[in-house]
């Protein structure tokens, strides 16, 4: 870090997802970013007991003020990124099939600092034309894959498709590439 990573936590001490203590579990979090940098700095404001302070902010660094409740920004050489509380506390399914909630703030806040270090936007290229699961139009396996792209995209990839034949070479902006299941012999 050259400079220091401003984490703005919009979240009340009321705020919890199905139970789950959101704002104690982020602060303890953020307080372990914190930990390893001096230049990592964590402020908390309440907009239910702070109303006058958050929708100050909201207005300063342009924010929905209706997103204020449950959302962080993350800020960086003049840069930010919004992570909304989706991405912090997740559902999944445990092993009966019942939805539960899952904190996931290391993963989403590792991911908009990364994305506010480097602006460039990385690129994944996905394989078509060799029998693979289908990411971009409906078939086989469009709905695994359908969820994957929007995974990769939720972490700020731009996706793409890729026909790869013998021949062609990888894209140089690709910074991952994705070959779904292919069946059919590159050529």
Known sequence: ????????????????????PLLFRTRELL???A???PRFQAVFVDPANEPVRARELAEK???DATRLPMTIMISYQGRRILVPVEA???KENDTLGRPHPVFKGESAFTS???RLLDPRTPVAYITTGHGEFEAFNPGKGARVMS??????KAEGFEVRRFFLSGAKAVPADCSCLIIPG??????
Do not use: K, W
């Open 1 to 20: 870090l050259q400079d220091t990573v401003l984490a703005t936590i919009f979240f009340t001490a009321q705020d919890q997802y199905e139970g789950y």
């Open 31 to 33: 307080q372990e970013y």
């Open 35 to 37: 930990a390893r940098t």
């Open 61 to 63: 660094y342009r924010i």
């Open 88 to 90: 912090v506390l997740q």
């Open 112 to 114: 908009a600092l990364m």
């Open 147 to 152: 969820n994957f792209v929007a995974s990769l």
């Open 182 to 187: 292919a069946y059919i012999p590159f050529g």
